[in-house]
């Protein structure tokens, strides 16, 4: 079977001719061309009459301009290739016509197109050239069916080029089906939904940005309520707590204060002072009290003893003592703010920085142990389960750690 087609062996375009091989060539340097029987595409749109040449090109016309429906006519194109190189032909040589005689080159010019669409083309932007081709190819019958034009044919490479018709040719550009009052009408129309379209579409558009900047502002104003919220509580608890070590110190030292006044008085050689005399009121008091009904330790105050032991137990340590409650701080803070982190709810006691600044000291240990962790493993990690953080226990004990870092009065005596 003869060939139908050039193939080039360096990239596998298609080629008709031995001018495209050619230009193929001069374009890409490719020198490796064979005869084949694979005709090249000519796929025609029903709707334009476009023709492709590959489904690549279909599918880009598709693309842009809707149309899915294409006429295979391959076969009807194809044609024996001829390998002969074709001779170049002087543009003053005579054309021989179909019946056998010559005649001289017919003039060419641009063709006639509507002035009024050809200005309306050029008032969007559009070159003279550009415009009077999409209007000679597209029918001359609407300015959208030459935009349509336009858009399909924008990467031709003589898209900028003057069209040119033989000077007696008349090209007539096929009857629109509807009269020029019609298709003003028509053309009204379609603007006027176009612009209502694009109307609706801002409006809804606007609405959803509208919807959602509402929706943002209400989980701002929300999280900034409940942030507030929790940091008034925190406060009130911290001060709470402040007053309650403020009055417990007041009392030890006027307490330290009437030892000191006994002591005097019996070096002095002089008889102790009758406590009835000087508070007779105090039994009232103290009777008072007996009446009250005893309340429970609860978890905050062995939280607030245990620090205070810790701080007592090392006196002479004040800088060591405070980087312990920092570092308790940091472990529970942690915890709190990530709780489905387990490396966070995980300690080694053998760990030398743990046993430098918490294990070391006397009830660092026991305070994690009161705020939810256990010792497992044989007591070589300190672990609290994901099902046992309580967000209450850790906020009391960020809360007593931070008034034990702040609290000058915090475990004096």
Not at 54 to 64: F, N, V
Not at 73 to 95: H, M
Not at 296 to 316: A, G
Not at 348 to 364: A, C, D, I, M
Request: proline share 5%.
């Amino acid at each position: 079977m003869a060939g139908v087609s050039l193939k080039c062996g360096d990239c596998g375009a298609l080629l008709k001719s031995v001018e495209e091989a050619q230009e193929h060539a001069e374009l890409t340097s490719h020198s490796n061309f064979s005869e084949s029987t694979e005709a090249v595409l000519n796929l025609i749109c029903t709707v334009c009459s476009k023709p492709c040449r590959s489904k690549t090109e279909s599918d880009l016309h598709t693309k842009r301009t809707g149309h899915t429906e294409f006429v295979d006519k391959t076969s009807e194109a194809a044609k024996p290739i001829s390998l002969e190189v074709p001779k170049a032909t002087d543009e003053s040589q005579e054309v021989v016509d179909a019946s056998g005689s010559s005649s001289q080159p017919q003039e060419m010019i641009a063709p006639e197109v509507d002035k009024k669409l050809l200005e309306e083309l050029e008032a969007m932007g559009f070159p003279t050239a550009r415009a009077t081709r999409a209007l000679h190819y597209s029918g001359n019958t609407s300015l959208e069916a030459a935009v349509n034009w336009v858009v399909e044919h924008e990467n031709d490479s003589d898209i900028d080029e003057m069209p040119l018709v033989p000077v007696n040719t008349k090209v007539e550009a096929p009857k629109p089906s509807l009269t020029p009052e019609e298709m003003k009408i028509k053309a009204q129309e379609l603007r006027e939904r176009a612009r209502k379209k694009k109307e609706e579409e801002e409006k809804r558009m606007e609405r959803e940005k509208e919807k959602e900047r509402i929706r943002v502002g209400k989980e701002l104003l929300e999280a900034k309520r409940i942030e507030e919220e929790n940091e008034r509580k925190r406060i009130l608890a911290l001060r709470r707590a402040e007053k309650e070590e403020e009055q417990r110190a007041r009392e030890k030292i006027r307490q330290k204060l009437e030892e000191d006044k006994a002591e005097r008085r019996r070096k002095l050689g002089l008889p102790p002072e009758d406590p009835a005399a000087v508070k007779p009121s105090a039994s009232v008091v103290q009777e008072k009290k007996t009446f009250l009904p005893v309340k429970p330790v609860t978890k905050v105050e062995q939280m607030r003893e245990c620090l205070r032991s810790l701080k007592q137990n090392h006196k002479d340590e004040d800088a060591k003592v405070k980087r312990a409650f920092q570092t308790l701080l940091t472990y529970i803070g942690n915890v709190a703010k990530s709780p489905d982190e387990e490396k966070f709810r995980k300690i080694r006691l053998t760990n030398p920085s743990f046993q430098e600044r918490v294990g070391g000291l006397k009830g660092g240990i026991e305070f994690l142990e009161l705020c939810g962790f256990e010792k497992i493993e044989g007591g070589e990690f300190l672990f609290l389960p994901r099902d046992k953080v309580e967000m209450a226990v850790l906020n009391s004990a960020g809360s007593e750690l931070n008034s034990a870092i702040v609290n000058p009065f915090f475990g004096v005596l």
